[in-house]
């Protein structure tokens, strides 16, 4: 099956609308050997997936590293690949985002993807700050005119900070939580970001696997999970994990879902087609552990458009059961 492509913003490229978010093969997602890593990036990529995301954190560089690899083994064209900045700063303020800190951790990406030039580089969930700081994105516009990458954009992790994101004219993407348990951003950010040609990158399409129905009220993970470490914002932003939805609120908002997944369809499947009915949406980036995941992910786009009576759905459960909890937070 074929993934269907969309238009990324203004950069002029085409990009599969499945994406492969390339977090877990990385790290803070429990053991992934290498091997299971490199599977899942080559059957994604056998699937049709033109992006890929990364982070220069991801593994301390080990998922970057992976897929310079992988991309060397395949050859031919390459596809998109997108990295983040600014997360290996100690302590993470917003004041050691300065140009000088950024150049040297693209730098540092360079070499690990072993290319020339980044694709795309995106501040990875600065402090909010950082977003009234002119002078950062001045700076991001020198090293593009250096030739060290081709496109900047933002990693964001509240709506608010996406609106101001776009207002700097040289942003061409913004990637978001976008989910069946965090809608938000299509009230009140997409709109804009089609008014302006801005690319939206869907992360944490499956709410930490939580959307992919098979996690249970037993279910346990590995003390290098970030959804054992992270279940209360221990090391992150708690949205990053299961969005933000306590886990047991999640687990009855799923069981809610069930009956409306389409048949020959994975809950996991039902929840990327759900973020794809929006057109604002330019690619989702699922993660994958392994091989079948990935195909599995890719699956998605094949997938017929949701009915209203499911979408309706999906929103009445948002607003009985998830909205208290995360919507006016993020």
Not at 58 to 64: F, K, M, Q, T
Not at 165 to 178: G, L, R, T
Not at 229 to 253: M, W
Request: charged share 25%.
């Amino acid at each position: 099956m074929q993934i269907h492509h969309r238009r990324f913003g203004r950069t002029g490229w085409d990009v599969s609308e499945i994406g492969f978010g390339a977090w877990a093969i990385g790290g803070s997602w429990g053991d992934v050997s290498e091997a299971d890593a490199r599977q899942a990036l080559h059957a994604a990529l056998d699937a049709g997936t033109t992006f890929i995301d990364t982070a220069d954190v991801y593994g301390d560089g080990r998922s970057e590293r992976i897929i310079r690899d992988v991309l060397r083994e395949r050859g031919g064209k390459r596809p998109m690949v997108a990295t983040k900045a600014g997360r290996r700063l100690n302590p993470h303020v917003a004041d050691g985002y300065t140009k000088a800190n950024i150049e040297a951790f693209i730098d540092r990406s360079r070499e690990n993807l072993g290319v020339d030039t980044l694709d795309l580089v995106q501040l990875h969930c600065p402090p909010t700050d950082v977003y009234f700081r002119p002078q950062l994105f001045e700076g991001l516009d020198e090293l593009v005119a250096a030739g060290k990458l081709r496109h900047y954009g933002v990693s964001v992790e509240r709506v608010e900070e996406a609106l101001k994101a776009i207002e700097y004219p040289n942003v061409v993407s913004v990637q978001i939580i976008y989910n069946i348990f965090r809608q938000r951003p299509a009230q009140l950010f997409f709109r804009e970001a089609q008014a302006r040609n801005v690319a939206v990158i869907v992360r944490v399409p499956l709410a930490s696997g939580m959307l992919t129905g098979k996690l249970n009220a037993q279910s346990t993970f590995a003390a290098d999970d970030h959804r054992n470490f992270n279940r209360h914002g221990e090391a992150f932003d708690v949205g990053e994990t299961f969005s933000g939805v306590p886990y047991d609120i999640a687990l009855e908002a799923v069981d809610a879902l069930r009956p409306y997944v389409p048949q020959g369809a994975t809950m996991a499947q039902f929840a990327l087609r759900w973020i794809l009915m929006e057109k604002a949406v330019s690619v989702v980036i699922p993660g994958a552990k392994n091989a079948s995941q990935a195909q599995a992910n890719a699956d998605a786009s094949a997938l017929a458009a949701l009915p209203d009576e499911t979408m309706a759905h999906a929103r009445r459960i948002y607003d009985q059961l998830i909205a208290p909890h995360v919507h006016h937070r993020w």
